[in-house]
């Protein structure tokens, strides 16, 4: 099976802090797409990004942002200036080209405590 | 409301009975999906419809579990013969077939306890 490994278990920051999720993958396939998803408490999973896997560019959303590397099979996803809703789960996932199945990582849990 | 709804939120039920989920897409949305997901992991795919056709299928549907979309429209999961190794939250997601982000929009989930 081609892993995506999301080694932060659970993370607590300050409100305001920076805070970084990691991400890392395994990938045979030419052309993949990457994701990340929030889960709040309520449940219901909300996409935040796709990265395909042919376009390295950096992006930024607001206080969101996602830095892809090829080399080292990694997606990270950084929130700049933390604040209590960003508390939640995020995952991490990957699908290949020729799927419509996304594998998910297990998930950070960020909390961010006032 | 016109995202993705699940019915039944929770279901309680005792080893060996049937069970069945239903999910009802967004209404534009071609594509509908299920997943599984177990406390404190990541989901997992169990299966794919495009329209009414079912396109992907999981080694982790065993013969117990079938999904159907009769008509492209709403989806049912049915599990026969629950195991306590079934209860999890089933999820199901739906996208439009022409999105270029490859968004899904998922629903809240259906609760499994099988005691």
């Known amino acids: 099976a081609q892993k995506v490994t999301q080694a932060q278990t659970e993370i607590s920051v300050v409100e305001k802090e920076d805070v970084t999720l990691d991400c890392v993958y395994e990938t045979r396939d030419t052309t993949y797409y990457l994701f990340w998803y929030k889960q709040p408490p309520s449940g219901e999973l909300v996409f935040l990004i796709r990265r395909n896997s042919f376009d390295e560019q950096n992006e930024i959303s607001g206080r969101y942002s996602w830095n892809f590397q090829k080399s080292t099979s990694s997606f990270n996803f950084t929130i700049t200036a933390s604040q209590v809703v960003d508390s939640a789960v995020y995952f991490c996932a990957r699908r290949g080209a020729g799927s419509y199945q996304l594998t998910f990582g297990k998930g950070t849990k960020l909390s961010v405590i006032p | ?115």
């Not at chain 2, 594509?31 to 599984?36: A, E, I, N």
């Not at chain 2, 299966?47 to 079912?54: D, G, L, R, S």
């Open chain 2, 1 to 115: 409301d016109t995202g993705v709804s699940q019915d039944p939120r929770h279901k309680i039920t005792k080893r060996g009975q049937n069970v069945t989920f239903r999910c009802d897409p967004i209404s534009e949305h071609n594509r509908l999906y299920w997943y599984r997901q177990t406390l404190g992991q990541g989901p997992e795919f169990l299966t794919y419809f495009q329209n009414e056709a079912q396109l992907e299928k999981s080694r982790l549907l065993s013969d117990r579990f079938s999904a159907e979309r009769p008509k492209g429209s709403f989806s049912t999961l049915e599990i026969q013969r629950t195991e306590q190794g079934d209860s999890a939250m089933y999820l199901c997601a739906s996208s439009l077939g022409t999105s270029n982000t490859g968004e899904l929009f998922f629903g809240e989930g259906s609760r499994l306890t099988v005691l």
